[in-house]
T-cell receptor, first 115, second 111 residues
């Protein structure tokens, strides 16, 4: 158990709908990362937050948005969903202070299926 | 999206054999991480490397941070069936906060 908690584990929704994925980082971790993994693909970086502020942005679609709250949990919002958005969405966290803080730990993922 | 070059893409090996895989980058990295992912689950951290030349072991796994800081290697000795899975490298370079992931090495072990 990495200590990173993601909900829901599985989600099935229709095209055009909007969903919210939730992530609680490991205790003490200030950074939260979101990654997307499509079937048999690698991990695509979406976005990173550090202590409530956006720190780095990857290939995140405009239909997607995220935020990190004062209690450090994060939400990834996916709107106007398309079939191609079906994927595993991972949250990861790190302390992000010093070398050891550069290590990131992943949650179990939220499996999104758009039908 | 941006990704590291990881090889080989897949490997079929006999139980008991040693395995080697590597990742290369066009950028100089200050951190290399190695993960193992089982189907439908999150990547699990195996080894973290923070200095050029660093060699770190975790049981039968050994990873090295390349001297040029543009590559890293992972070796698995005496493979067993539970080593099956996808192995990812990830790197982070100076001046950025995000991690870039390799394309993965799919390992299958034949008993």
């Amino acid at each position: 158990d990495s200590g990173v908690t993601q909900t829901p584990k599985h989600l099935i929704t229709a095209t055009g709908q909007r969903v919210t994925l939730r992530c609680s980082p490991r205790s003490g971790d200030l950074s939260v990362y979101w990654y997307q993994q499509s079937l048999d693909q690698g991990l695509q970086f979406l976005i990173q937050y550090y202590n409530g502020e956006e720190r780095a942005k990857g290939n995140i679609l405009e239909r997607f948005s995220a935020q990190q709250f004062p209690d450090l949990h994060s939400e990834l919002n996916l709107s106007s969903l398309e079939l191609g958005d079906s994927a595993l969405y991972f949250c990861a966290s790190s302390v992000d202070q010093g070398s050891a803080g550069n290590t990131i730990y992943f949650g179990e993922g939220s499996w999104l299926t758009v039908v | 999206g941006q990704q590291l070059n990881q090889s080989p893409q897949s490997m079929f090996i006999q139980e008991g054999e040693d395995v080697s895989m590597n990742c290369t980058s066009s950028s100089i990295f200050n951190t290399w991480l190695w993960y193992k992912q089982d189907p439908g689950e999150g990547p699990v951290l195996l080894i973290a490397l923070y200095k050029a030349g660093e060699l770190t072991s975790n049981g039968r796994l050994t990873a090295q941070f390349g001297i040029t800081r543009k590559d890293s290697f992972l070796n698995i000795s005496a493979s067993i069936p539970s080593d099956v899975g996808i192995y990812f490298c990830a790197g982070r370079y100076s001046g950025t906060y995000k991690y870039i992931f390799g394309t993965g090495t799919r390992l299958k072990v034949l008993a």
